[in-house]
């Protein structure tokens, strides 16, 4: 009874951090001193230039993702390797 209760836990646990995750903030770029979109704030000074609208912070030729899609596909080919013991491994104990 106990092998038939580890996948529903293990998928108990993955569904509760992903419902975890889904009220996890986003980082959205916005100009705070504007205020947010549709809200009028009577404290506000800073000058807008009202032909180009508020200006975001200048990131350069943008930002280096290498490591992040070497980790990216570093975690992916551990987890494909570990769905695939695991398959395997549960095969040869009920063959």
Not at 32 to 38: D, N, Q, V
Not at 68 to 78: N, P, R, S, V
Request: net charge negative.
């Amino acid at each position: 009874m106990a092998a038939a209760r580890r996948p529903l836990l293990t998928a108990t646990a993955a569904g509760t951090l992903l419902a975890a995750l889904w009220f996890v903030p986003s980082a959205n770029a916005t100009d705070e001193s504007a205020g947010a979109p549709g809200t009028q704030s009577p404290q506000v000074t800073a000058a807008v230039d009202t032909a180009t609208g508020p200006r975001l912070a200048d990131t350069g030729a943008g930002a280096d993702t290498t490591p992040y899609l070497i980790g990216g596909t570093a975690f992916l080919g551990i987890g494909a390797a570990f769905v695939t013991y695991s398959v395997r491994r549960a095969d040869a104990l009920y063959a």
